[in-house]
């Protein structure tokens, strides 16, 4: 059911008609976030371009009791900004300043949609530092970023996105407005509240500015690939160098299937003949740095590694990083559906992790490639599966179960980064506890008594993860597409800097007709990709090469976009 004309007439006041998007095929990019096989039809969407009328808009969809979604770039993981049936999905992207650069409190203060690339490069000319640095930074917004807690490469010695929030402003369901922090680096005035919104995907407030904290940028940097036969020894290196208490800025982990596809489709020049890579950055005062990283190839080789290459220039190091900035997109090319996890253990426990992972795809004959931030125990094992065979997805759906019971039994969690939004929140009582499920209802019942922020979610109840099934968008498979609509697969090269729609030409087909593929594009398109909002042209837009619009700025540097279904 569509949301209310009343409602829709209320939105457009607020924030302009222009601003609400309504059309069926407007919707469909907002209809699914990065996590594969959900999707689900929102009965609106609006663009905000202040916190003003974020306000206004929390006060009427209270009024009303309708659901709010808060969404960024739409890359998460878990189904956080996922829209909950009938809900006005709050698009934060179009709130895009850097409001402030304290040079003398090393505070940035941002709008929410200000990607986090973006706030690296404003903190970079400044002569200063932002290490949190998800894969997904060129598109992810700092809003996404602080309400999913994000970590990234960096995030062993320079820790995650919590550790660079300094204060925010929030509104509440209530419409009300809420600052909480400052820039003060002692501030023990009452509950900490900032650390109660980093984390919370939406689900207490929308955040309508960031007050970040920088750090000087490390003099010099040091980067290193060493490769292994066994993934055993890789993980026992890993848990070596932290036990020399060596603290280096990115330990990440790549297994041999990873591998190949990252050389597949980036063309780095990764060594092939392993099992195992570790990709190792050390940075801080030269001195340190080379004493670092002597030390951390010494291990590697005691682990008997194969090799150790170091990077000659920033330009290696660069190439290196990429190979791991890729993985997720490189693995997302060679199955219909991926779906990428997150359970962390303690880094001790690594290898006997990494061991039961492997273990779990013989046993449910499932392909697994498994990467991620080794040096803080965050694995990603990613699923290369199909979500059209439901065998499968059932096999999926058990791999996962034992993959986690085996987390929490190594003394880990169920999601290091990704956060829990719709994917895992089956998986969360068992793992929080009934005492923090309590509290935790409790909290979101005080902030939001009408349970209109992102309901259903985190803490909701009702089914989970890949099972979960959602209308499948307006357009149904097997319909041959009518009126404007065509399919069309999208490339992206390699470093994700540009995209090109590839239906054999630059012209696309004859809307209606759709390449013969139309099937087989479905499912793929709304599974591979993560930049939803991107994911689709609106109607009006000429045919052939297209630029985009500023509304749209980041489809250029989307980092995996790799089909998408087009409206012309
Ligand atoms: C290729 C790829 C690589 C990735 N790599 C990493 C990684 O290394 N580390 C990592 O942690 N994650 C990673 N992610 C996951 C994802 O990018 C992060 O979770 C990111 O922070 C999401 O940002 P977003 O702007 O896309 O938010 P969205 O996906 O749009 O939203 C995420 C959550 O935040 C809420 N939200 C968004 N904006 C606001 C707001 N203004 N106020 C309140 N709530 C809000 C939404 O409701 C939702 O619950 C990756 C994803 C992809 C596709």
Redesign the pocket.
């Known amino acids: 059911m569509p949301v209310a004309e009343t409602i829709l007439a209320d939105l457009a006041r607020i924030v302009g008609a222009q601003q609400v998007l309504s059309a069926p095929e407007d919707l469909i990019p907002y209809s699914f976030?990065?996590t594969a096989a959900l999707r689900q039809t929102p009965g609106c969407v609006v663009l905000a371009k202040t916190a003003g009328q974020i306000t206004e808009i929390l006060k009427l969809a209270n009024e009303t009791r309708t659901a709010v979604?808060?969404?960024?770039?739409?890359?998460?993981?878990s189904g956080?900004?996922l829209p909950s049936p009938d809900c006005i999905v709050l698009c934060?992207v179009m709130m895009d300043r850097i409001l402030e650069l304290d040079r003398a409190n090393l505070t940035l203060l941002v709008e929410?949609?200000v990607t986090?690339l973006q706030v690296a490069e404003a903190a970079s000319a400044a002569g200063l530092f932002y290490p949190p640095?998800?894969?997904?930074m060129k598109?992810?917004?700092i809003?996404?970023?602080?309400?999913?807690n994000?970590?990234?490469?960096r995030g062993l010695k320079y820790g995650?996105t919590r550790n660079y929030v300094m204060g925010m402003e929030?509104v509440l369901p209530t419409g009300e407005f809420l600052w909480t922090g400052n820039k003060c680096v002692k501030d023990v005035a009452g509950y900490s509240l900032k650390d109660l919104f980093v984390g919370?995907?939406?689900?207490l407030?929308?955040?309508?500015k960031v007050l970040l904290r920088l750090i000087p940028k490390p003099q010099a940097k040091k980067t290193m690939l060493a490769t292994f036969a066994q993934m055993d020894r890789a993980a026992e290196a890993v848990s070596a160098i932290i036990a020399a208490q060596i603290i280096p800025c990115t330990l990440e982990f790549l297994d041999r299937m990873t591998i190949h596809c990252v050389e597949d489709y980036a063309r780095i020049g990764l060594p092939l003949d392993c099992e195992a890579l570790l990709l190792m950055e050390t940075d801080g005062h030269p001195v340190v740095v080379a004493e670092e990283a002597a030390r951390m190839e010494r291990i590697c080789r005691d682990q008997g590694c194969l090799e150790v290459r170091v990077a000659k220039d920033e330009a290696e190091a660069a190439k290196l990083a990429n190979a791991r900035r890729t993985a997720?997109?490189a693995l997302a090319r060679v199955a219909p559906t991926t779906i990428l996890e997150d359970a962390t253990v303690p880094r001790s426990e690594l290898a006997k992790m990494i061991r039961s992972v492997e273990t779990v795809a013989r046993k449910y004959k499932l392909r697994i490639g498994t990467f991620g931030?080794m040096g803080d125990g965050n694995l990603h094992p990613t699923f290369l599966t199909d979500e059209r065979n439901q065998d499968e997805m059932h096999r999926v759906e058990e791999a996962f179960k034992e993959i986690f019971d085996e987390a929490i039994r190594l003394g880990g969690t169920i999601t290091g980064?990704?956060?829990i939004?719709l994917a895992k929140k089956a998986f969360l009582p068992k793992f929080a506890g009934d005492a923090q499920m309590r509290v935790m209802r409790e909290l979101r019942r005080a902030l939001d008594p009408r349970g209109i922020l992102?309901p259903g979610?985190m803490l909701g109840k009702g089914s989970s993860s890949t099972t979960h099934r959602c209308d499948r968008t307006r357009i149904k498979r097997n319909t041959p597409l009518s009126g404007n609509m065509y399919w069309a697969p999208i490339t992206t090269n390699s470093s994700g800097s540009a995209f090109s729609i590839s239906s054999g030409s630059n012209t696309p087909p004859v809307p209606g007709t759709g390449p013969a593929s139309v099937r087989d594009t479905e499912s793929s398109t709304l599974a591979a990709v993560?930049?939803t909002r991107l994911a689709i042209f609106p109607p009006g837009w000429p045919r052939g090469v297209r630029s985009l619009p500023s509304t749209r700025r980041n489809a250029s540097s989307a980092?995996?976009i790799s089909k998408c279904v087009c409206a012309v």
């Not at 809003?143 to 999913?148: D, I, Y």
């Not at 994000?150 to 490469?153: A, I, T, V």
């Not at 919370?200 to 689900?203: V, Y």
């Not at 407030?205 to 309508?208: A, D, K």
Request: proline share 5%; aromatic share 2%; charged share 10%.
């Open positions: 976030d990065g979604v808060a969404r960024g770039s739409g890359t998460g993981l956080g900004s934060t929410p949609g986090t640095d998800p894969g997904s598109i992810s917004t809003g996404g970023n602080v309400a999913e994000s970590g990234g490469l995650v929030v919370s995907e939406g689900t407030g929308i955040i309508t997720f997109s931030h980064e990704h956060g939004g992102n979610k993560p930049v980092t995996s």
